[in-house]
């Protein structure tokens, strides 16, 4: 009996073995094909569906409070910097009205029209000057707009010579607006003014921040065994409703949370991912605010001529204080560094050398990563067999001793798949580096917080200058640049949840929070509307390349001549 069982015993284990391999297969393939509820033993065993079979309707919250407020109480100071700040990039409201108002009504960029007006010398400028045009807006039926409020942005341009400034636009809160322009070269200059939105749609986009900071939405996979679960997670989730995992950050205080699986514990993360947006935000009457080509990035005409002659320098001192322009289509900073051109790899190598650069942040900044790791042969990127567009990576040249590297922010980060444990905030990032004269960190951290009210990004700016002054406290040579937001294309969809609206008052934030520490900034938002080449979330290499100087200005700075 036993010889004859044993005769069998290969192939009972052969039928056993395959047995499993098919199901560890199927396992596998399900996994792949949804991503809701995962695992056909968890399909079997229970039939209680997790928080994200209810795709599409995570819950909605309408409490700025509590999503604003979320994680530790702030100490009286952040409390009142943080109305500091808040009042800083303050936005004028239009009045109240107890209907929305109609689209006929609102700012109408065909109907509104700009005059530059004449100098000080009648229309004689000369480089040095202050150029001012004069904006009227109008609504649809072409009645003057009695209030401010409209996201108004001007550059003044001379294609010819590869030419571009970003000017000032004031809100005179009356339905005039101006925009100032300092002029910086000679010959011929064109005004252009762009109505990226209207006043009313503004407010829909103020609304949206406060009230829907779960427009986007997160997702992580739990799993252990054979069970996984897939849940919802955001910065702020209301808790009445199920169980939360807390995964608030120990250290920072930064919050974080996702609904707790059904069957498996919350140490059972294993990743972190965009879940997807909501829909449906707006009502049709609103939705007229958003329409391209109508009022979402349409420039207003001149009424009279857009153009001006302007002629050598003279005596004039512009107050204006830009942070550079365009010229030949390269970058020149005002002020502070002397631009350097980098168009050899070798003077790359040459400046580099013996440095380690740490790039943390969103994907803005892995676009240098990107371009250096590209441009120069020497770097050659090391195989983290990270993800595609996630990181972390890592790129070295042993020859010259250059070490590059690139990791993404802590959440709230919009990225695919990112395993928990490389989930990292960037103030942790900089208290764990040793730092130095030849330690550069260069910092991104903006676009993934457009959805969420303002306080939380001020929350997070405040830990990450916490440990900059650490840092530069225990290692003064330090180089740190942070580059700030960038204009992006928009339509109504974009608009919604990443308008540049909201990236301008990040970026009012970032300014104000880093002034003062001896950082570095590259200002991105200047050098996308100066360009001639169409706004990009992620700009143009002609951009980048203009950036990486900047960014390699600071770090071999022109030596002085003696
Ligand atoms: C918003 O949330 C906060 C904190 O949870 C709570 O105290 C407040 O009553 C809520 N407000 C509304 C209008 O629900
Ligand atoms: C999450 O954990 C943090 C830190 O332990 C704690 O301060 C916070 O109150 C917790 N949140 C909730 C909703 O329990
Ligand atoms: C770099 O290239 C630009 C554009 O081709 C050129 O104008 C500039 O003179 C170059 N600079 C150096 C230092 O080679």
Request: positive net charge; glycine residues 6%; proline residues 7%.
């Amino acid at each position: 009996m036993c010889r004859n069982l044993s005769k069998y015993a290969p192939i009972f284990l052969l039928l056993a073995l395959s047995g499993l391999i098919f199901l560890l297969r199927n396992i596998h393939t399900l996994e792949n094909l949804n991503c809701h509820t995962v695992s056909t033993l968890y399909n079997l065993q229970s039939r209680i569906n997790s928080a994200f079979t209810q795709e599409g309707t995570p819950p909605l919250y309408h409490n700025h409070t509590f999503c604003g407020r979320l994680g530790q109480e702030p100490s009286p100071e952040d409390a009142l910097e943080e109305r500091y700040l808040l009042d800083s990039i303050a936005w004028p409201e239009p009045p109240p009205h107890s209907a929305p108002t109609p689209l006929r009504q609102t700012s109408d960029p065909v109907h509104s029209l700009f005059a530059i007006l004449p100098g000080k010398e009648g229309r004689e400028w000369h480089v040095g000057d202050q150029l001012e045009a004069l904006i009227q807006m109008h609504d649809f039926q072409g009645r003057p707009k009695r209030y401010g409020g409209d996201f108004l942005v001007a550059r003044l341009h001379s294609p010819e010579f590869g030419a571009g400034v970003a000017g000032q636009v004031l809100d005179h809160r009356n339905g005039f607006y101006s925009a100032l322009f300092p002029l910086l070269w000679v010959g011929s200059a064109r005004v252009e003014i762009t109505l990226v939105h209207s006043s009313e749609a503004v407010s829909v986009l103020r609304r949206l921040r406060e009230e829907r900071p779960d427009r986007v939405f997160f997702k992580s996979l739990f799993r252990s065994g054979f069970l996984s679960e897939t849940t919802v997670c955001n910065m702020c989730l209301p808790p009445s409703q199920q169980p939360l995992c807390n995964y608030t950050d120990l250290h920072t205080g930064e919050p974080w949370y996702c609904y707790k699986p059904k069957m498996l514990s919350c140490d059972t993360r294993i990743n972190h991912a965009k879940g997807g947006y909501q829909k449906h935000l707006i009502t049709n009457k609103e939705a007229l605010l958003f329409q391209s080509g109508v009022n979402i990035k349409v420039p207003i005409h001149a009424s009279g001529p857009d153009r001006i002659n302007v002629l050598p320098r003279k005596k004039g001192k512009s107050q204006l204080t830009p942070s550079g322009y365009y010229y030949e289509g390269s970058w020149r900073p005002l002020g502070g560094v002397i631009m350097r051109q980098f168009n050899e790899s070798s003077a790359i190598t040459q400046c580099l050398r013996g440095k380690v650069i740490n790039m943390y942040g969103d994907s803005t900044i892995r676009q240098w990563f990107e371009y250096l790791n590209a441009f120069v042969p020497e770097l050659k990127e090391f195989n983290l067999h990270s993800p595609k567009n996630v990181g972390p990576f890592m790129a070295v040249d042993s020859v010259h001793n250059i070490l590059l590297k690139y990791r993404c922010h802590g959440p709230p980060i919009r990225f695919s798949t990112v395993t928990s444990n490389e989930l990292r905030y960037i103030s942790n990032e900089l208290d764990g580096l040793p730092g130095g004269p030849d330690t550069v960190v260069a910092l991104s951290i903006w676009a993934h917080f457009s959805t969420f009210p303002v306080e939380v990004y001020i929350r997070r700016l405040r830990h990450i200058r916490r440990a900059l002054v650490r840092l530069l406290d225990r290692a003064p040579g330090t180089l740190v640049v942070i580059r700030s937001a960038n204009f992006q294309a928009l339509d109504q969809e974009v608009s919604l949840y990443n308008s540049d609206w909201y990236s301008q008052q990040l970026d009012g934030v970032l300014r104000a929070m880093f002034k003062g520490l001896d950082v570095l900034l590259v200002d991105a938002w200047e050098m996308t509307l100066a360009h001639h080449l169409p706004h990009a979330l992620h700009p143009p290499p002609a951009i980048v390349k203009n950036m990486i100087d900047i960014l390699l200005s600071y770090v071999c700075p022109e030596k002085k001549k003696s």
